[in-house]
């Protein structure tokens, strides 16, 4: 089994060698990211490339430097592969990302950016099976997003087994399916009452059409790493507005990708015995209508004592745009011990590399402290 990053969720470059000397891989979407992958110390075979398009250059360096697997989701694509394989001599290794599902619940459906839909998808494998310039690795499907419905992945998985199965020769197989991402993180799975068994009950039971279960890949970053993150914030103030009562936080909205109601969920730092419990809403201070979560229940200290916030592991550091309020410090627990990977000092280092000046933090001391 091999572990591949998603680059895209976390540029920190703590994070990306710590993983690399642990022996696992990355995957990349660009040729930015490519490059950041190489710097970080990653190596070509180590090197999973997903894009619906690229650049000419950045498909001639995936192909000269040999990364592991180079994702397809169109014939535009596959034809601009085979021509860069033709043109260095060498076999592309690749996988065909398809769309099975159409209907509502699905990330997206058909006619979208991503994948190639089931009108189409046949003839592009079948295509892809037959150039001499491509070994095609897998079939990938990613059409989920915050899902926990067993169901729902059933029939994604399902429908990617029948185009598996009516495309691949029996006496050659597709090695691998990949069922893609976009599972719930896991307390708010189990919340809706579902669990990662189910999820692998209904996988094992959509492939049970072909004649021998491939390899199977899953991106499951959500799941993994959602609750791995917790804010911690301080209340700048409360608000009421008619019957309605708001805990405006210091943690803005800059720093978390939006997701529904409940989905970071506050909770008190303090309990303290003589306070009154209360239901409130959770939001910054952007002049933004955006919330942290509606509905939740606090105690009427929280002024005082501030809150946490689950579920922040998830896309956290690359929606943290250096706008409107300090960017959160970022630590990593290990072994009992707290090391800050990122703080004060690297987002004035920022601010200067950005905007040539780090004036934009001389109203937050801590910055200027510690720069």
Known sequence: MSLHFALKSCYLPAIGRALRADGHGVEIMSDLEWRLARRLGFTPDQVVANSPARSVQHRRELMSGGAALIGVDSAEELERVEQEARLQDKLA???????????PGAFFTAGAK?????????????????????????LHAHQLRHCTDPGLFYRMVRGLAEVAAETAPRER??????????LESRFLLERSGSDADQLADA?????????????????PGRFVVGDA???????IGEKRNSSEKW???DISSNMLIPLPDLAYHPVPLRLDPTAMWESVHTGDATCAPSH???????PNTTERDGFAVLNCGAYTSVYAELWAFPLPRIGVLENQRMSEVFGPAQEA??????YGTDELLRSSPAVLDEA
């Open 93 to 103: 290794r690749i996988a065909i990302r398809i769309n099975p599902l159409d209907e």
């Open 114 to 138: 991503l994948g190639a839909d089931l009108d189409t998808a046949a003839d592009l494998v079948a295509r892809a099976l037959a150039s001499p310039w491509c070994d095609v690795a897998a």
């Open 173 to 182: 197989p597709f090695p691998a399916l990949n069922l893609g991402g976009g």
């Open 203 to 219: 996988a094992r039971e959509a492939m049970d059409i072909l004649p021998a279960l491939p390899s199977v890949l899953l991106e």
């Open 229 to 235: 993150a917790v804010g911690f914030s301080s209340v």
């Open 247 to 249: 805990i405006i936080s």
């Open 292 to 298: 942290l979560c509606r509905d939740a229940y606090l």
């Open 349 to 354: 280092a920022m601010f200067r590399a950005l």
